[in-house]
């Protein structure tokens, strides 16, 4: 039974007991006042979890109708049920809001046979309140919930279908904090002191509500003491819509605090409260107050929420760039989509943890949320982590766009059918939502929108910018613009101009532009302030090293020794002009979808969509995290080429110089020239003595021999050798190994545990030829929910308990039954010693 607990507020996961059903497997024969009653009945369902996303759970194929785009996955219709009881007294005692945090898409509810409403977009929140139609007895509730997806194809990329993210069951008093109601924004921000605004909007404040309404705030530093209130009292019963002067209490003298009436029943509470010496959020030092904000009627609590917050300050100026805090920091960006591999669109955040630390170790400091709100999970690990973020609203707006990837049998569908009646709603949800999030430094409007050349379209971003403003004051907003001096239609200029802060899509796309970047409109508009929104990465398919352009590969999809020049120009370009607030690079992570037949899924990311590093991953690593010494080489020592083939031998380093040595003998020591440095204090004098250099690119080169053996790079700083990489021809395949990401885990029945899985020789060599079938069993309190190798072109089942290694490697995910215990996953292949791991769920 739900809402059985003594809290004033209870908000509770409600995403296990239901039952699914999909179009292929029950037919919908006909339906009762738009309710869809089904062919098979409760027999055509089967139990699930959510979140849940059903277009993994049917095999890929070249003629499905989401096409290359869409992954070639399964999409259609899909309709779900759950039986469920609500305690008596919050029915009868109180408001309960149902709440979706996001189903792709169409999303249409029934509650006990009467249609609550539609959702059209796949990712945002949606929810309505159901006090009226909840059996108030106890008795058993029905929900249904049809997800329509057939329009197709509908995304560039890959949607998955069905409810998945996350479903919350929220009980509160009648007088109770509105949704999305606490908005807490700082002002005057220095190292000395900084300044919370709190604004509280609170419902059922009507002239039906009994008592006099109060708002205290709490606030609670880093360590978790109390370090500033505020308590607020409305100034009476029929206070005006302008705010009849309301009085306010605060912990700190000469604070100031008012309240407002609106004409929905809700009254809005505005407090003032000062920090002194406050510690700022950053990347760097991700500190995160609490702010505890409790409603009261004649000195009884209604309702409690608590919000995280980030005190920080954020700017972008058109000559130093993007500044935290009054300081200056490049912005070192990934994009990254929101599938999570084997999990689909329904991704746990244990999964984006792992991803986001090795983001991290990699130096990215910031995530553009490509093209769409994310699930609020991710927003919260930025938080916490230390990520600035772009916020993303729209991959489309008046003017559809082509999604026909992979397949030209289709007409394209998509947001700009429905982005009139829903674009205001959308962008309000997510601003509401998502604007106590510290993380977020910049708002993007929307990506590549073909309205940034139609003569109209400026007026578009001028109202959505507008409702940014409005529900965000002080914020920046941008749009990712692909057409900038392209031919034959350019973005317009009165377009730009709406902007905060212009975003860039492959700066160096159009003539000239590919070698002089943003100077050109530096020089024509030096008050512009600039950011890269999405520029090309190295990206590859992990392990494969092709020494050739591949035919019909695309123009940017280069040979691996080709790869690092433009990336590192551009790269280099960011990272030395001040007033290039930053890139974002295209991807952080591999994703599915945007794929020509084989393959099925995009291999832009520096991680596979295991979460498995590529090589590219180094090179970022070696620019962004200079502090640390490291060095890298490519290609593996296991290709299969003649001996004595002249290899191109690459290496990606921090250090002041590298040297390349292949069974022992040197192949010479090299250096590149970043960051660059001259002379100081006087003629002739440098604070370091000058390396000489070979190249201006970002990486070093050697022309190498093949011979099987031990190849090895050492990088030095100081003269002295500061870090060495050592990569083996392998032998036969002998071994598999295992280790878990995090080996305890929630007894939750929904808490996952990721094992990473590779294959070695008998001397304990990786071995990136192996290509083994591994059968993966389980044992205990858990279930397999999914596998994956990072192969983009793989048409394995990842619901299935078998997967070939690729170069090596896989991925299986398991998650909690919900009862605690050991679970031991292991892993088995023909004719390797198998391998196991224990998981404790607790």
């Not at 609670?220 to 206070?239: F, H, V």
């Not at 919900?818 to 996953?825: I, L, R």
Request: some cysteine; proline content about 5%.
């Amino acid at each position: 039974m739900y809402l059985t607990g003594n809290e004033v507020r209870k908000k509770e996961s409600f995403n296990l007991d239901w039952y699914f059903c999909h179009e292929r497997d029950a037919a919908c024969k006909e339906r009762q006042g738009g309710r869809p009653v089904l062919e098979k009945g409760d027999k055509g369902l089967r139990p699930v979890k959510l979140p849940h996303d059903w277009s993994l759970d049917y095999p890929f194929s070249q003629d499905a109708v989401s096409c290359g785009s869409g992954g070639y996955a399964e999409t259609g219709t899909g309709w779900y049920r759950k039986v469920f009881r609500v305690a008596p007294e919050a029915v009868r005692e109180g408001r309960v809001i149902l709440r979706f945090d996001g189903a792709y898409m169409l999303a249409r509810v029934w509650l006990n046979g009467t249609e609550l409403g539609r959702h059209v977009y796949g990712y945002t929140p949606f929810e309505w309140d159901v006090t009226g139609l909840l059996k108030a007895d106890g008795e058993e509730n029905i929900v249904e919930v049809e997800v329509d997806n057939s329009a197709q194809p509908n995304s560039r990329w890959y949607s998955g279908s069905g409810i998945t993210r996350d479903v919350w069951l929220i009980g509160v008093r009648p007088v109770h904090i509105a949704s999305y109601g606490v908005f807490v924004r700082c002002e005057d921000v220095t190292e000395e002191e900084a300044a919370l605004v709190v604004e509280t909007r609170v419902a059922g404040t009507g002239a039906g509500a009994d008592g006099r309404v109060c708002v205290k705030s709490c606030v609670y530093a880093p360590a978790g003491a109390l370090c500033a209130e505020a308590e607020t009292a409305e100034a009476q019963k029929a206070a005006s819509s302008e705010g009849a002067g309301a009085t306010g209490k605060t912990a700190v003298p000469g604070e100031t605090a008012v309240s407002e009436k609106t004409a929905e029943e809700e009254q809005t509470f505005v407090q003032r409260i000062r920090i002194a010496s406050p510690a700022l959020w950053s990347a760097q030092h991700p500190f995160l107050y609490q702010v505890k904000v409790s409603v009261w009627t004649d000195g009884e609590k209604q309702d409690e929420v608590i919000v995280p917050a980030g005190i920080r300050s954020v700017f972008f100026d058109s000559e130093k760039g993007f500044l935290i805090n009054g300081r200056r920091e490049k912005l070192n960006g990934v994009c990254v989509h929101h599938d999570g591999g084997s999990m689909g669109a329904a991704v746990p955040a244990q999964i984006w943890e792992r991803r986001l630390e090795k983001l991290k170790s990699m130096g990215v400091n910031a995530v553009r949320m490509s093209h769409n709100p994310p699930d609020p999970a991710l927003l919260e690990l930025c938080d916490r982590m230390g990520f600035y973020v772009m916020d993303e609203a729209f991959d489309e707006w008046r003017i559809l766009k082509g999604k026909e990837l992979g397949s030209n049998t289709h007409e394209s569908r998509g947001y700009s059918e429905w982005f009139e009646e829903c674009h205001e709603e959308d962008l309000t949800v997510m601003l509401l939502r998502d604007r106590n999030h510290p993380c977020i430094v910049i708002w993007s409007i929307g990506n590549e929108v073909p309205d940034q050349t139609a003569p109209e379209g400026y007026l578009t971003a001028r109202s959505l910018k507008a409702l940014c403003k409005k529900l965000v004051p002080g914020c920046f907003v941008t749009q990712a613009n692909d057409q900038i001096c392209a031919e034959p239609r350019a973005a317009r200029e009165e377009f730009l101009d709406e902007l905060d802060v212009v975003g860039y899509n492959y700066v160096g796309r159009w003539r000239t532009r590919a070698e002089t970047l943003y100077d050109d409109d530096k020089r024509a508009r030096p008050d512009r302030c600039v950011i890269g929104t999405e520029n090309g990465g190295l990206g590859g398919v992990r392990g494969e090293y092709s020494l050739r352009m591949s035919e019909n590969a695309g123009w940017w999809k280069r040979p691996y020794y080709s790869a690092p020049v433009a990336v590192g120009k551009l790269l280099h370009f960011t990272m030395v002009h001040d007033y290039v607030a930053g890139d974002f690079m295209w991807t952080g992570i591999d994703y599915l979808g945007e794929a020509h037949w084989p393959a099925r899924s995009a291999s832009a990311g520096v991680l596979d969509t295991c979460g498995f590093e590529k090589d590219s991953f180094y090179f970022y690593k070696s620019i962004w995290k200079r502090e640390e010494p490291m060095v890298h080489l490519l290609p593996h020592w296991n290709l299969d080429v003649e001996q004595g083939t002249i290899l191109p031998v690459l290496g990606y380093t921090s250090c002041d110089s590298a040297e390349l040595f292949l069974n022992g003998k040197s192949y010479g020591r090299k250096a590149y020239a970043y960051p660059d440095y001259g002379m100081t204090e006087r003629y002739g004098h440098f604070d370091r003595e000058p390396e000489p250099v070979n190249t201006d690119d970002l990486f070093l080169s050697w022309d190498v021999p093949y011979e099987p053996g031990c190849i090895e790079l050492v990088g030095y700083r100081d003269g002295k050798e500061a870090a060495r990489h050592t990569v083996r021809t392998a032998g036969r395949p002998a071994v598999l190994r295992a280790a878990c990401y995090r080996e305890k885990a929630k007894a939750d029945g929904q808490d996952v545990a990721q094992i990473e899985i590779w294959v070695e020789d008998e001397e304990g060599n990786f071995c990136p030829q192996s290509d083994a079938l591994l059968s993966v069993s389980l044992e205990g309190p858990a279930e397999l929910i999914g596998l994956d190798n990072g192969n983009p072109e793989g048409k394995e089942s990842m619901r299935g308990k078998q997967m070939h290694a690729f170069h090596g490697r896989a991925l299986a995910v398991i998650r909690s039954a919900k009862e605690a215990g050991d679970a031991t996953v292991s892993i088995r292949a023909e004719g390797l010693a198998e391998c196991a791991v224990r998981v404790t769920f607790a």
